[in-house]
C-alpha cells in the first residue's frame, strides 16, 4: 500500500495538470493556435531556467555519476539503432520512417520525467536526473535533426546542427548550471527566489500546455504506427533497457533517473522538429499525443512494479 501511495502521488498530478490543459481548450480559454506560442515561451525562458535551478541546487559531488552518464549514452544510442532498424524493416513511406524513429527513441524526459524523478525521490532531491540533462538533451537533439534531415532528402547541415545545439536553451541551462556549481559561485538571494519561482512554473506549465496540445481526430489515420510506436516507446523500451540496469546494479536514485529517461512518453519538441525539417508532421503529433494520453498508465504500472521491487 505504501508503493502504491508513492507512486499515485508521483503520477496523478501530472495526469491531473494535463488533464486541466486539455479541459481549459475543450472550454475555449486556450486556442490551439496559442499552444505553439506558449510552448516557445516555455521552451524558450521556463525550461532553461526550471534546468539551471535545478542542478544549481544540487550537490555536484554526488550528483555527477560517471557510471550513469555513460550507459545512458550508450543505451540511447542502442534504442536509436533499434528504432533505426524497425523503421527500415517495417516503415514504407521515407517521410514517416524519420518521425517513427524520433518517436521511439526520444523520450519526453524534461517535461514528464523529472517530474516523475521529483516525484519518486523521497527526499525530492533530483540533483542526479538534473545534471543527467547535460547529457539526454543534446543526444536527442543531435540525433533528431540527423535523423529528419536524412529522411528528408537533403544533407544534414553541421553548421546549422552545431548552431542549434550551441543555442538550445536546455543544454544552455544545463551547461551553466554545471559550470555555477563547479567555480563554487553563489548567487544573489533575490536572483535564487526569483530563479526559483521561474523553475517551479516550468513544469505546470508544460504539463498544463501538453494536455492543451491533445487533438484526438487524426489519431485513426496512422492506428498502425501509433500501436508500434505506443508499445514500443512505454512498454519494451522501458522493459528492454530497465531491466539491463537492473542487471547492471542500479539502483535508487540512478534507477529512478533511468525511468524517467526511459519510460517517458514521447518528446512534444519532436512535433515541432518534424514540422521544420519536413518530415511527416500530422504523425509526429499523433504520436505525442498518443503516447502522452498513455504515459500516465506505463509510467504508474512501471513505478509501481519498480517499487514493489524495491529497485528505489
Known sequence: MNSLQICARAILPIFLITAAGY?????GLIREDE????????????LPVMCFYNVYTSELSSALRPGLMLFTALAILGVYALSFLYAHLFVKERSRRGVVIQGLYRSNYVILGLPLAAGLTQDGDIGVAAVMGAIVVPIFNVLAVITLEVYNGTRPDWRKLLKNIATNGLIIGNVLGILVLLLKLKLPSPVEAALRDMARVASPLMLFLLGAFFRFRGLLSHWKDLIAVCL???VLIPALVLSIAVA???RGVEFITLLAVFASSTAVSSFTMAQQLGGDAPLAGDIVVATSALASFSLF????????????
Open 232 to 234: 514500443g516507446r512505454l
Open 301 to 312: 504500472g512501471w513505478s509501481f512494479l519498480f517499487k514493489m521491487l524495491n529497485f528505489f
Open 248 to 250: 547492471l546494479g542500479f
Open 23 to 27: 479541459a481549459a481548450k475543450r472550454a
Open 35 to 46: 499552444v505553439s506560442r506558449f510552448n516557445a515561451l516555455a521552451f524558450k525562458v521556463f
